[in-house]
């Protein structure tokens, strides 16, 4: 069974466009997070959700805007798509107040602006 | 200053070498440190975990963590060529929903067989 995972895993559009990309945890986490991969594999967070409240916006352009429908899923919209939005974008989810508070990684939605 | 600093790669080694990967943060309020392991395409997997002064050894792995000097270290032995991937250092701040998890840019680390 996959942890968290996320959709697509691939895609490719044109400047201007507007995209979603989708993510499911099935851990049972309290808390679900956004990360932007750039070239230079530099992983930098830009949301976190606690029970669907946004707890952590970090300076994200508002082109981007996360939706959580419930705890188990947490989107990214993108609109007026630019070239600079290149990069890996990664879903995780966490167990706020566990032992570890450790973060669970999606493989990643490698997004490509023409 | 970024945060958290990760010393630059990539690094590569023969099979069983001693690697050594290094961070070093400037913020005293990170409370928890982690190294995440990275393979090609793939997401982040979290290696190890520590909160305290010392070291802490899983396998071939030991996270050493010194606080009043605010430098972490993961230490490889015997490396195989299954450890070449990208080793990022990780530290959370905050509590509760609050808290954030910080990387280091990462090494990308390549084992020779």
């Known amino acids: 069974d996959t942890a968290v995972s996320q959709t697509p895993k691939y895609l490719v559009t044109q400047m201007g466009n507007d995209k979603s990309i989708k993510c499911e945890q099935n851990l049972g986490h309290d808390t679900m997070y956004w990360y932007k991969q750039d070239s230079k594999k530099f992983l930098k967070i830009m949301f976190s959700y606690n029970n669907k409240e946004l707890i952590i916006n970090e300076t994200v352009p508002n082109r981007f805007s996360p939706k959580s429908p419930d705890k188990a899923h947490l989107n990214l919209h993108i609109n007026s798509l630019e070239l600079g939005d290149s990069a890996v974008y990664f879903c995780?989810?966490?167990?706020?107040?566990?032992?570890?508070?450790?973060?669970?990684f999606g493989p990643g939605t490698r997004l490509t602006v023409l | 200053q970024k945060e958290v600093e990760q010393d630059p790669g990539p690094l590569s080694v023969p099979e069983g070498a001693i690697v050594s990967l290094n961070c070093t943060y400037s913020n005293s309020a990170f409370q928890y440190f982690m190294w995440y392991r990275q393979y090609s395409r793939k997401g982040p997997e979290l290696l190890m975990y520590t909160y305290s002064s010392g070291n802490k050894e899983d396998g071939r792995f030991t996270a050493q963590v010194d606080k009043s000097s605010k430098y972490i270290s993961l230490f490889i032995r015997d490396s195989q060529p299954s450890d070449s991937a990208t080793y990022l250092c990780?530290?959370?701040?905050?509590?509760?929903?609050?808290?954030?998890?910080?990387f280091g840019k990462g090494i990308t680390l390549s084992v020779r067989p």
């Open positions: 995780a989810s966490s167990q706020v107040g566990g032992s570890t508070d450790t973060q669970y």
């Open positions: 990780a530290m959370i701040r905050g509590t509760g929903a609050n808290s954030k998890l910080t």
